[in-house]
């Protein structure tokens, strides 16, 4: 799974995608990436899929009870990667810098987005 902790993606599909404006154009509403579970299988965003979960009296929570709200897990197939010099959503891919560092790049404008791991002379391509 290449998104991560903290990303800002856009929903694409359900109730909480981006909303179609009156001249039919997507405007893709970026949120935050919350947590990730499953090993990448779902993704819990920032004020998508909120629910009520009723809970009794002592509740750690909500220790007088009654309703709290949450964001319950989304499929992670239902996001996109929100790359800000792009402005839309897009898909991440892998590669290798010269000195060996693996990093994320969006694979719209070929920005690299982050590091994922230090440099590895093994990795390394001659210049």
């Known amino acids: 799974m290449k998104i991560r902790k903290g990303d800002m993606v856009i929903v694409t599909t359900g109730d909480d995608a981006s909303v ?3 001249t039919g154009d997507r405007r893709p509403t970026p949120r935050k990436v919350l947590q990730i579970l499953d090993g990448g299988a779902k993704v819990v965003v ?16 909500s220790p007088q009870g009654g309703r709290l709200s949450l964001e319950m897990p989304i499929d ?3 996001v996109m990667f929100y ?4 402005g839309r959503g897009v898909r991440l891919g892998y590669r290798f810098k010269t000195d ?3 990093e994320r790049f969006c694979k ?3 920005k690299a987005v982050g590091a994922v791991s230090p440099a590895r002379p093994r990795y390394a391509r001659a210049k």
């Open 108 to 110: 719209g404008c070929d």
């Open 46 to 61: 920032d004020g998508v899929n909120r629910v009520y979960k009723h809970v009794k009296r002592g509740h750690p929570k």
């Open 100 to 102: 060996g560092a693996k």
């Open 76 to 78: 992670s197939s239902k």
């Open 83 to 86: 790359c800000e010099a792009c």
């Open 20 to 22: 179609i404006v009156p």
